[in-house]
């Protein structure tokens, strides 16, 4: 049979004519014959030219110049890439750095690991891939059960210092997460026996300490903040209706937190909209004094018990409670008592939509309204320590409110009887707060401390030097201490005051 030429630009069919046009080249295609022509360029280029040919091996040219490989293409495109990227990534390390002592490296972020780039230079930055070091020392290894390594003079025995010392470093990464010990290991650090046991004694105290800290912070009432126990007492106290809910706090100070409540009812009894829930706090060190009040009271000086501490705080809210009973008695502006269990006193709010009340101190009041509120106060001292036998012992612009015009007593906790052996000390001192406060407010007709402690103290006390009226009163007081020691032996009885919840959650 004949061969038949088929022309590749025109076919002969029976219907004419027809170009035949040849197919479209892929860019690997396109990219490979350009890479086989410059190959074969060069080749016939030490072919023409004797004198390169001969200094050539020609033997170590690849006999199969393959190009038709798009992966080993695109490896090396890549690879140009990822060059590129970690020289301007050292360039950016550089600039950042600068010439601070510390120094931030890139190093996660190259593209090329710094074995396979053969073509950094010496002067750039020295990549110190500690992760692939081939030079980092690994992790002592321990001796064998025979507890000697080598025979002869070579043997080593696990007592060796060098080996003792390694052994110790790796031992460091025990100790507790917040001890840093840094990378001793990778410095081929040695620590002797006594080091590594001073180390692990300071460890071990500062665990202790640490949970120390932490337990009596969990257990005592902090600033805007109540322990496991109080935050228990006040759930139940919303459990049992007392009140609807408990918001924020109000107000702190160095013996107790105030929070806001709404109120609910309780046994027929019906609870103010608004209270004031006065949690004491259940530690002595921001009012270490509070024993001088207590244990020289006859109300509660058998109770007194300086061992238990918890049960102090509750005698200190129990007292403020009967003061407070005995106040509203008389007529005198205070919170009543709505409720006391153990610590946690639930008074009336005195305010308005959870705002408390202004201190007097802070309230912004015309020269009408302070005069008003100094007559006031001097007949509340009058009142507490005539009719209710009580001195506020800590009368200031900071335990007073204004509220409706009106000067409002708070903060009794403290309050003694006038036979306390401090009683008028106690007194002079109030007087002496109120009368510097309203003189310095603009009040003309504010009378000195000594005669406001004459007018409600009733006595007649002469002296214009302080020394001396205080060598009075405390003549007095030395006087009244066997009148004290009768009045001890009384029973004192709580059947006047508002209910007290029972301790049957007792701790």
């Given at each position: ?55 050539l ?24 890439f ?25 190093e ?39 507890g ?95 009140l ?39 530690t ?23 061992l ?40 009336s709010?005195i ?32 009142q ?94 030395k ?29």
């Open positions: 049979m004949d061969q038949v030429t088929v022309s590749t630009k025109a076919v002969k069919s029976p219907w004419g004519t027809q170009n035949v046009t040849a197919p479209p080249c892929s860019l690997a295609d396109v990219m490979s014959e350009q890479l086989a022509k410059q190959i074969q360029e060069e080749s016939s280029c030490f072919t023409t030219c004797p004198e390169l040919s001969e200094n091996d020609l033997t170590t040219l690849p006999k199969d110049n393959d190009t038709s490989s798009d992966l080993m293409l695109a490896q090396m495109l890549q690879m140009e990822d060059r590129e990227f970690d020289t301007q990534l050292r360039r950016e390390e550089k600039k950042f750095n600068g010439d601070s002592k510390v120094s931030i490296s890139f996660n972020y190259r593209m090329v690991h710094p074995f396979e780039d053969s073509d950094s230079s010496e002067d750039e930055v020295d990549w110190q891939d500690t992760r692939h070091d081939p030079y980092r020392l690994e992790k002592p290894t321990t001796t064998p059960k025979k000697f390594i080598g025979k002869g003079k070579n043997i080593t025995t696990k007592h060796d210092e060098v080996v003792c010392g390694r052994k110790n470093t790796a031992r460091m990464d025990n100790f507790a997460p917040e001890v840093h010990v840094g990378d001793g290991i990778g410095m081929d650090l040695k620590l002797s026996n006594h080091v590594y046991n001073a180390l692990k004694r300071h460890c071990h105290t500062e665990q202790r300490r640490s949970a120390r800290l932490h337990e009596k912070k969990e257990h005592s009432t902090a600033e805007q903040a109540v322990d496991s126990k109080t935050r228990i007492l006040m759930y139940k106290m919303v459990n049992m209706g007392i609807e809910n408990i918001n924020g706090c109000i107000s702190t100070g160095k013996e107790s937190v105030v929070f806001h409540a709404l109120g609910g009812s309780f046994e027929e009894m019906i609870v103010p909209e608004e209270c004031a829930l006065k949690v004491f706090k259940t002595l060190n921001e009012f270490k004094n509070r024993e001088e009040y207590i244990k020289d009271d006859y109300r509660f000086k058998d109770r007194f018990s300086k238990n501490p918890r049960k102090i705080i509750r005698l200190w809210a129990e007292k403020e409670m009967h003061n407070l009973t005995r106040m509203k008695k008389a007529g005198i502006p205070c919170p009543e008592v709505i409720v006391l269990k153990k610590h946690i006193l639930v008074m709010f305010g308005r939509d959870q705002v408390p009340a202004p201190k007097l101190k802070e309230a912004m009041l015309s020269s009408e309204d302070i005069k008003k509120a100094y007559y006031q106060v001097v007949q509340m001292m009058q507490l320590f005539k009719e209710c036998n009580l001195v506020h012992a800590d009368l200031s612009e900071y335990n007073m409110l204004w509220h409706d015009g009106q000067v409002w007593l708070i903060d009794v906790s403290q309050s003694v009887e006038p036979t306390h052996p401090h009683g008028l000390e106690f007194l002079f001192r109030d007087c002496r707060n109120v009368a510097t406060f309203f003189q310095k407010a603009g009040v003309a007709e504010a009378m000195s401390m000594y005669e406001l402690f004459n007018t409600v103290s009733g006595l007649q006390i002469s002296s214009e030097s302080e020394a001396d009226f205080l060598a009075q009163i405390e003549t007095m007081e006087m009244n201490e066997d009148h004290v020691q009768r009045r001890s032996k009384k029973v004192f009885t709580t059947c006047d005051g508002p209910p007290l919840l029972s301790d049957d959650d007792d701790d």
